[in-house]
Each structure stands twice: as C-alpha cells, then as structure tokens.
T-cell receptor, first 108, second 118 residues
C-alpha cells in the first residue's frame, strides 16, 4: 500500500533549537518525495524535493530508502518557520499522496 | 512563480443545490490539474486528476457523478459539487502542473475554496 506517515501532529521547539519533522513512507516503486509547507493563511507551497538535494530556508531532507524515511531537518529553528508541514509521495504520473501533516511551532 | 487561483474563496449554499468551483492557472498552461479535499485538521485527500481535453480520473471512493470535473482548457478546470449535502462541507484545493516556466513537474496549489452546505 502507498502511504505517508507523519507521526507527530504538533512539534514545539524553542527558537535556535534543532528541529526534525519525521516522515516515513510505504511504496513498492521508486519514490519521489517532497516536503510542502503551509504558512498561516497562505496556500500550500513546495519546500523541497529529494531529487534536488537542496537546502531551502535552511531545511534539508535526505531520503533513506533502507528506513523508508524522508525526515525534514533544520539545525536552528526560527520563529518564521512556524507552519504546517506536509510530507508527500509522488507515485505514478503526478499522483501525490500527502501525510497528515505536522504543525511546527517555534517559541521565542 | 506560477500562480493558481480559485474562485470563489468561500461559498455557502443550501442542501440540494449545486456549486461550481473554478481553478485557473494564471501564467502558465496546466496540462494536468488535481482536485483535493481537506477536512479540518486533516491532510489533503486527492479526489481526481484531470488532463486537458479528457475525462478526469477519480480516486477510489469519490463519486464521479457527484463531483463533476471539467478541464476544458489549459488554464481552467472546474469542480461542480452536485446536489450538495452538509457532509460535502469541506475545503477544496486544486493544484496544477504542466509547462510552467520554472519546471515541468512542479505542482502549484490554489488557495482553496471553503464550501459550507447548510
């Protein structure tokens, strides 16, 4: 079965602390994984994708096929990082399956 | 970047009526558009995928006769919720991908439409 699991609904950290948002997936094929972010009162937008191996706004995510994970990390959280984060798996074509989302709250 | 708009942003209707939601790609041609549904505090659930000029592909459990999707042009897709009932109340989000000026495989999301059926 194709599935994306984000075990934490809410993650609260202090400003400057490291943050890791967990994502695990289940997919028999070759996965394409993404992280999307939704800031308050804004639309969903792409944060990063695993094939690009990029760092956006200080966030990185590494695909671990052995652990079927794609955790999102940032060494020093900022208040403006507070948002809803969705991990997503793209299967055949453009079909994308979203995780339940994790709300990140960065405290001052 | 590429922009996707939705209209209306919110709508309230009576039970039994039909509601049409528009999704437009403003500065690119969207060969594929997607319709999602999001319940409060839940994730996005893909309802259907539509390609311009062809019939939409619905996900399992989504009634195609209730959620009519039309993708008549490369910049417009519509979702019509027919004979709406209170359980259809939800947040409907569209996304589009295609020959965007920055990427051919990025999904761009609309702001969503809040539907409330009384």
């Amino acid at each position: 079965a194709q599935r994306v699991t984000q075990p934490e609904k809410l993650l609260s950290v202090f400003k400057g602390a490291p943050v890791e948002l967990k994502c695990n997936y289940s997919y028999s094929g070759s996965p394409e994984l993404f992280w999307y972010v939704q800031y308050s009162r804004q639309r969903l937008q792409l944060l990063l994708r695993h094939i690009s191996r990029e760092s956006i706004k200080g966030f990185t995510a590494d695909l671990n096929k052995g652990e079927t994970s794609f955790h999102l990390k940032k060494p020093f959280a900022q208040e403006e990082d507070s948002a809803m984060y969705y991990c997503a798996l793209r299967t055949g074509g453009f079909k994308t399956i979203f995780g339940a989302g994790t709300r990140l709250f960065v405290k001052a | 970047g590429a922009v996707v708009s939705q209209h209306p942003s919110w709508v309230i209707c009576k039970s039994g009526t039909s509601v049409k939601i528009e999704c437009r790609s403003l500065d690119f041609q969207a060969t594929t558009m997607f319709w999602y549904r999001q319940f409060p505090k839940q994730s996005l659930m893909l309802m259907a995928t539509s390609n311009e000029g062809s019939k939409a592909t619905y996900e399992q459990g989504v009634e195609k006769d209730k959620f009519l999707i039309n993708h008549a042009s490369l910049t417009l897709s519509t979702l019509t919720v027919t004979s709406a009932h209170p359980e259809d109340s939800s947040f409907y989000i569209c996304s589009a991908s295609g020959l965007a000026h920055t990427s051919t495989d990025t999904q761009y999301f609309g702001p969503g439409t809040r539907l409330t059926v009384l």
